[in-house]
């Protein structure tokens, strides 16, 4: 008769005097496990996460190209804001000064009338 062990698995080698812990080590390196991937924002990949990988990613030319891009993007978006800001308080500006002229218009035309 063999040893009884709580865990769900026939030993390996057989023997049923295996300790259950060298099974579950065994039973652990017998399953595949990824890599650490590391995902670059500017490129839109996953690469290793390795030295050697991201600094031969980060010396491409798609690489740096992708991050120039990028910075003029940011770049442009801020000029972007800037001229819709001037032009949003031109708007302003505009609507202010046609609102004071109705105003004194009908301020007149009242006064005239004596309405």
Avoid at 64 to 87: M, P, Q, S, T, W
Wanted: hydrophobic share 35%; glycine share 6%.
């Amino acid at each position: 008769m063999g040893v009884v062990t709580k865990f769900p698995y026939k030993a390996l080698s057989g023997s049923p005097t295996v300790t259950p812990l060298i099974h579950l080590v065994t039973l652990m390196s017998e399953y595949w496990v990824s890599k650490k991937k590391y995902f670059c924002k500017y490129c839109d990949i996953y690469i290793a996460d390795d030295a050697p990988s991201r600094q031969q990613h980060e010396n491409g030319l798609r690489h740096k190209g992708n991050v120039e891009r990028f910075i003029r993007g940011i770049y442009k978006a801020g000029e972007k804001h800037k001229k819709d800001l001037e032009e949003e308080k031109r708007e302003m500006k505009r609507v202010e000064q046609a609102n004071t002229i109705t105003y004194f218009t009908c301020l007149i035309v009242h006064i005239i009338f004596d309405l």
